[in-house]
């Protein structure tokens, strides 16, 4: 048996920042990951000769004496990677109603864009610029000076995001731009609360950047702050069990139903909250009615993406994320586009390498629930049979003519690289029904859609997008959290903003 004061479940960013952190505080952990890789959303992979990102595209608050910054200081892997910092006149550009309107990088010229396109709403885009650096200063680096992680702002997990700016601003078209990122966090009308989107939007106004040379690049680096602290990262182990002792606490985790067991203090879960529960098989700890409630709760929906590989010379590249809607609801689901469910699309790109004014891959998103892919559930990668391979290059097609319409100049111009479904985050991530973004937090029941660090195992913690806010970012600070039990806010705090 292994002696670890920490074993880490699941190698996403949220496993991979707590075991960053506590290894820097001198605790050996050890990481264990089910997949052969590790990083979860983090991973790249190569296809057609191209570097593709999983599921990170873009992160805000990445500017020098940002709080994403700050942490990426604190973990010492700044040196490791590079930054591209996207177009600061337009970061986002949302494409509703045969108009184009851009989401700007920095308050002013935020407000300044888009009151030139709205200006009787001079008035209540200020006040929404105001309401959402309020309520992201809250986890700026000041703050953790002051040996806080967060300065609070959480009622406004209680608020509803569609509802708050319904009431800044009369415009019903500024509405929906203003929203229009929201199928960045799986938003929804009746359900996402003010905090999310306000995080989420804040971070990429103040400094919104993407990795060169591919996401995994983060994990890695991070994988050698933990071995040159003493830890260790274990791929293919599936934890299958925890292992309960006389007095209630997890003595050990079973890997790969009993070929090795790891004997710890402590366990932080990254995976789902359901999923972890089930490790633990049947205690009194974890009452019926507490499972059934984790086992219900709603999750965010799945993405369908294709990569999609164009001639040279086809786009420019401007460093930008186009949103481009087939429906003038910006929080829905629903959108009919030659009989396939395509209510908008999300269009990231990347340069060539070669030639970088040149956009070499387009990256579509859709999104998709698992019931659109449920005949293929229970099948392996791989070998879903050929009506699952036509059913996603038609998807594609559909997307791409679809996301022809607003660039036609990528109208035959395009080879599809690959495709993934919510499917593949099901089986590479783990994530119930293959979502994107975890569970969906809800502004109508803020307490019982919230997941707490602690859990009803005294030594198991949980850590990840499950529990405060979804993305780097929210997931960072969701380890920063989750690490504070074992070292404490303030010492932990002062370390991270003072790096």
Request: aromatic share 8%; with cysteine; net charge positive.
């Amino acid at each position: 048996m292994s002696r670890y004061d920490v074993v880490i479940i699941g190698s996403g960013m949220g496993g991979l920042a707590c075991g960053t952190i506590l290894s820097k505080e001198g605790m050996k952990v050890c990481v264990v990951e089910k997949n052969r890789t590790i990083g979860g959303c983090l991973q790249s992979f190569r296809r057609g000769g191209c570097t593709l990102d999983t599921g990170i595209h873009y992160v805000g608050s990445l500017g020098e004496g940002q709080t994403m910054h700050q942490y990426l200081k604190y973990f010492g892997i700044l040196p490791r990677i590079t930054l591209r910092q996207l177009d600061a006149e337009g970061f986002d550009l949302i494409h509703i109603e045969g108009r184009t309107f851009r989401h700007a990088m920095g308050y002013k010229r935020f407000a300044e864009r888009l009151t030139a396109d709205f200006p009787a709403e001079r008035e209540g885009i200020a006040k929404y610029c105001t309401l959402l650096r309020n309520i992201g200063s809250s986890i700026a680096p000041e703050v953790l000076r002051s040996g806080r992680l967060s300065a609070g702002a959480t009622e406004y997990l209680g608020v509803s995001a569609a509802a708050t700016i319904d009431g800044l601003v009369n415009d019903p078209l500024l509405r929906r731009v203003l929203a229009g990122s929201a199928p960045l966090y799986g938003g929804r009308r009746d359900m996402s609360p003010l905090y999310h989107h306000a995080m989420i939007n804040h971070s990429n106004i103040e400094g919104a950047f993407c990795f060169v040379g591919g996401t995994q690049r983060v994990a890695d680096a991070l994988a050698d702050i933990i071995r040159a602290g003493g830890g260790e990262l274990l791929c293919g182990a599936r934890a299958s069990r925890l292992l309960l002792g006389a007095q209630g606490r997890i003595t050990g985790v079973e890997l790969n139903d009993g070929e090795q067991v790891l004997d710890t203090r402590w366990v932080i879960s990254d995976i789902a909250p359901a999923a972890t529960f089930a490790l633990a098989g049947q205690t009194p700890l974890l009452k019926r009615a507490f499972l059934n409630r984790m086992n219900s709760l709603p999750s965010t929906y799945g993405l369908f993406t294709a990569h999609i590989r164009l001639q040279p010379g086809t786009l420019a590249f401007r460093n930008r994320n186009h949103y481009l809607y087939n429906t003038p609801d910006v929080w829905g689901e629903r959108g009919d586009f030659e009989g396939y469910n395509i209510p908008m699309v999300l269009l990231c790109t990347q340069p060539s390498p070669r030639e970088p004014q040149w956009a070499e891959v387009i990256t579509l998103m859709v999104p998709m629930r698992i019931a659109a892919v449920e005949r293929w559930l229970g099948s392996r990668p791989g070998q879903r049979g050929t009506d699952y391979e036509e059913f996603k290059a038609r998807f594609a097609a559909a997307t791409l003519r679809f996301a022809g319409r607003f660039f036609p100049q990528i109208n035959d111009r395009a080879e599809l690289l690959c495709t993934s479904t919510p499917l593949t985050y099901l089986d590479y991530t783990g994530t119930p029904e293959g979502s994107a973004y975890g569970l969906q937090k809800d502004f109508n029941r803020p307490v019982s859609s919230l997941i707490p660090v602690r859990s009803r195992i005294a030594n198991l913690l949980l850590t990840g997008q499950n529990l405060n806010v979804h993305g780097m970012l929210g997931v960072t600070l969701s380890a920063a959290l989750t690490c504070s039990e074992l070292v404490g806010e303030e010492y932990l705090a002062k370390k991270i903003g003072y790096a």
